[in-house]
C-alpha cells in the first residue's frame, strides 16, 4: 500500500506492506466558499450575535487585532482587507490600529514572516508588532480568575478601545478546538499566564483534549481571561483540506466560537469502532510540522485512537529543529517520561514543559518512534523512543513488531483529522 503524508512542505510518499489492514482517516471533504470575500463581508455586517462591526467600531478611536504567528496556516491575508475597510470607515485612524502577532511563548515573526501573515499590502500600510511574551513590561495585569491563574495581557492590546481577534478553528490538543480565546491568552498573554495555564492541573486533567470544549478547564479558564480583556469581536474561520476557507464565523466571540465549533465538529468528527493497534500519523506538514514541538500535536490526537500499548510511528519534516531553546533543553536532559513527569512534580512551571509533559502521557500509553530529519543527530536517540531520518527506515522498524492480524491506522493529516473512539 503506499501512503501520501503530510510532511513539510511537498508531503511524502511512503509504502506499506500489504500484508496488514489498513484503515486511512483523513479529514472529510468539505467545499470552499465559492466567494470566501463576499462571505467574510457578510459575517462583518450580520455577525452570528451581537453589533456588526461597523456600529461596535462608531465612536472609537483605536484598535487592536490579535492574529495567529507562523505556526497557524490563517488566511489573515484575506479576512483583514475587509475588517479594516471597516474599522477606518467608521473613523477609526490607520495610525490607532495595530495588528498584533499572538506569538503566546512562540519566536518573534521575521520581517519576511510579519508579510506572508498578514498580505504584503497590509504590512506596508499598518503597524504590525510581534508580542513578546517574556518581557513583563509590555503587560497589564488585569486581575486573577476564580481558580488563581494571574491575568498580564500585553498592554497594546488592552489599551486599545476595541478588541479584536482572527483566527481559525482545529482541533487542539489540551483546549479542544483553536480560535476565539486563545488568541487573547496564550497568543498576548504574559509569560508568567502561560505558564500557569500550561500547568499540570490542566495538562494531566483528562478533559483538557482534542476536540472537547464543554466539559474542558482550561476552555473555560480562558473564556474567563477573555472577558476580563474585554474581548469584542471575532472572525474564525474553518478550512478546507488545501487550505481554502468552508465557513466564516464572526461576532460576539464566545457565541461566534461556540457555533464555529459545532460547525467544524459536525463536519470532522470521525468515530472509530475500537483502537487500533497502531496508528501512523504526521505532524500536518508546513507550518505545523516546522518543529518537533509543534509535531507533538501528531502523537496527541494519534493517543485517542491506539489501543493501551499500542504503537504511534510520527513522521514530521522538523526543519526548524527541535523548537525553542527550554523545550530543547528538557528533551536533552530528560531520559524517559517517567523521570521527566516525576520531576515537574511541585515545582515552579518551565516555560514549554507541557508540551513535553502531553508527549509524556501519550508515551506511557503507546510505544513511540519518529520520523524526524530536521531534528540534530544528537537528540534523535533522546525522544524516548527510536528515531530515524529515513523514511523507509522507520516504516520497517514499526512493521518489524507488528503480527499481521494488526489493525492499523494511517492519519495522513496527524492533528488536523478529528477522531475517537465510539
Keep these: ?142 486581575g486573577t480568575t476564580k481558580s488563581g491563574t494571574p491575568v498580564f495581557i500585553d498592554e497594546r492590546f488592552i489599551g486599545a478601545d476595541l478588541h479584536l481577534s482572527l483566527g481559525f478553528i482545529e482541533p487542539h490538543l489540551m483546549l479542544g478546538f483553536s480560535g476565539g480565546r486563545k488568541l487573547v491568552a496564550p497568543g498576548l498573554a504574559a509569560e508568567a499566564t502561560i505558564k500557569e495555564l500550561h500547568s499540570s492541573r490542566f495538562m494531566r486533567d483528562p478533559r483538557a483534549r482534542e476536540g472537547s470544549i464543554d466539559d474542558n478547564p482550561l476552555h473555560a479558564e480562558l473564556l474567563e481571561i477573555a472577558r476580563m480583556a474585554r474581548h469584542d469581536f471575532i472572525v474564525d474561520v474553518s478550512l478546507t483540506r488545501d487550505r481554502k476557507i468552508a465557513a466564516v464565523f464572526a461576532g460576539e466571540p464566545e457565541a461566534a466560537h461556540r457555533t464555529g465549533v459545532r460547525w467544524v465538529s459536525s463536519a470532522l468528527m470521525q468515530t472509530v469502532g475500537k483502537p487500533f493497534d497502531a496508528v501512523i500519523t504526521t505532524g500536518a506538514g508546513f507550518p505545523l510540522d516546522m518543529t518537533f514541538y509543534q509535531s507533538i500535536k501528531g502523537i496527541t490526537a494519534a493517543s485517542q485512537i491506539v489501543r493501551q500499548g499500542g504503537n504511534i510511528l510520527l513522521f514530521g519534516a522538523c526543519d526548524e529543529g527541535v523548537g525553542a531553546p527550554e523545550f530543547t533543553r528538557m528533551v536533552c536532559e530528560h531520559t524517559s517520561d517517567t523521570e521527566f513527569l516525576r520531576s515537574i512534580e511541585n515545582v515552579p512551571v518551565t516555560i514549554d514543559q507541557w508540551q513535553l509533559e502531553k508527549l509524556a502521557l501519550a508515551t506511557q500509553k503507546a510505544k513511540v518512534s519518529y520520523c524526524v530529519p530536521g531534528v540534530p543527530e544528537q537528540f534523535i536517540g533522546g525522544l524516548w523512543g527510536p528515531g530515524f531520518r529515513d523514511p523507509s527506515e522507520a516504516v520497517k522498524a514499526l512493521f518489524a513488531q507488528l503480527p499481521t492480524s494488526s489493525r492499523i491506522a494511517v492519519v495522513p493529516e496527524g492533528p488536523y483529522v478529528l477522531a475517537g473512539v465510539a
Excluded: W
Design 1 to 142: 500500500m503506499r501512503a501520501s503524508l503530510a510532511f513539510g512542505r511537498n508531503g511524502l510518499e511512503i509504502d506499506l506492506p500489504d500484508t496488514h489492514e489498513y484503515s486511512v482517516l483523513k479529514s472529510p471533504s468539505i467545499a470552499a466558499l465559492a466567494d470566501p470575500v463576499a462571505s467574510i463581508e457578510a459575517a462583518l455586517d450580520r455577525p452570528t450575535q451581537g453589533e456588526p462591526l461597523a456600529s461596535l467600531s462608531a465612536g472609537k478611536r483605536s484598535a487592536a487585532i490579535s492574529v495567529c504567528d507562523i505556526t497557524r496556516p490563517a488566511p489573515n491575508p484575506i479576512v483583514l482587507p475587509p475588517l479594516l475597510r471597516r474599522l477606518q470607515a467608521a473613523g477609526i485612524p490607520k495610525e490607532g490600529i495595530r495588528i498584533l502577532i499572538a506569538t503566546g511563548l512562540h519566536r518573534a515573526a521575521t520581517p519576511a514572516e510579519i508579510r506572508h501573515i498578514v498580505g504584503e499590502e497590509t504590512a506596508a500600510n499598518f503597524e504590525v508588532l510581534n508580542h513578546d511574551a517574556r518581557n513583563a513590561s509590555q503587560h497589564r495585569r488585569i
